[in-house]
């Protein structure tokens, strides 16, 4: 029996790009990835980052926001940081095989109108699910 790779992803709130990412992993790696995110700070999941994931048929609307804390003592194979500023707070990470930083845009900062939003978090979510795709599930831990 195999284990699986445990992966955190990690971003300032925890609403958005890491959310979608732990969502997309999920989804994605066949069962062979535990996966898990959370933020700097805890706040709520984004509603356009869920809506933005079930156009993926990817239910993330029970996800909720989670700050990093219980984590810092857990083991993990991969650490990934989504943002700049989670990037800078959490500079190294205790008990991580791999730690990686993808300068994930925040959709979150996007002003306009309903559509120029969602756009903004369908284009993170988009570039989440092709590292994912290239990066993690083609190119194994």
Same mark, same amino acid.
């Given at each position: 029996?195999?284990?699986?790779?445990? *992966?955190?992803?990690?971003?300032?709130?925890? /609403?958005?790009? /890491?959310?979608?990412?732990?969502? +997309?992993?999920?989804?994605?790696?066949?069962? /062979?990835?535990? %996966?898990? /995110?959370?933020?700097?700070?805890?706040?709520? *999941?984004?509603?356009?980052?869920?809506?933005?994931?079930?156009?993926?048929?990817?239910?993330?609307?029970?996800?909720?926001?989670?700050?990093?804390?219980?984590? %810092?003592?857990? &083991?993990?194979?991969? *650490?990934?940081? *989504?943002?700049?500023?989670?990037?800078?707070?959490?500079?190294?990470?205790?008990?991580?095989?791999?730690?990686?930083?993808?300068?994930?845009?925040?959709?979150?900062? %996007?002003?306009?109108?309903?559509?120029?939003? +969602?756009?903004?978090?369908? &284009?993170? &979510?988009?570039? +989440?699910?092709?590292?994912?795709?290239?990066?993690?599930?083609?190119?194994?831990?």
């Amino acid at each position: 029996m195999t284990t699986k790779q445990r *992966v955190l992803f990690l971003c300032s709130h925890n /609403s958005a790009r /890491s959310q979608m990412a732990e969502g +997309l992993l999920r989804a994605l790696g066949g069962g /062979s990835y535990q %996966v898990d /995110s959370a933020g700097t700070e805890q706040t709520s *999941v984004r509603s356009e980052a869920i809506t933005a994931m079930a156009e993926l048929e990817i239910d993330i609307s029970q996800h909720r926001s989670k700050s990093l804390d219980p984590f %810092v003592a857990e &083991r993990f194979d991969l *650490v990934i940081t *989504v943002c700049d500023d989670a990037n800078e707070a959490c500079p190294i990470f205790p008990n991580a095989e791999q730690r990686w930083h993808w300068s994930i845009d925040d959709p979150s900062k %996007v002003t306009g109108s309903d559509g120029e939003r +969602l756009e903004a978090f369908r &284009r993170a &979510r988009d570039e +989440l699910k092709e590292r994912i795709e290239t990066e993690i599930i083609h190119a194994p831990l």
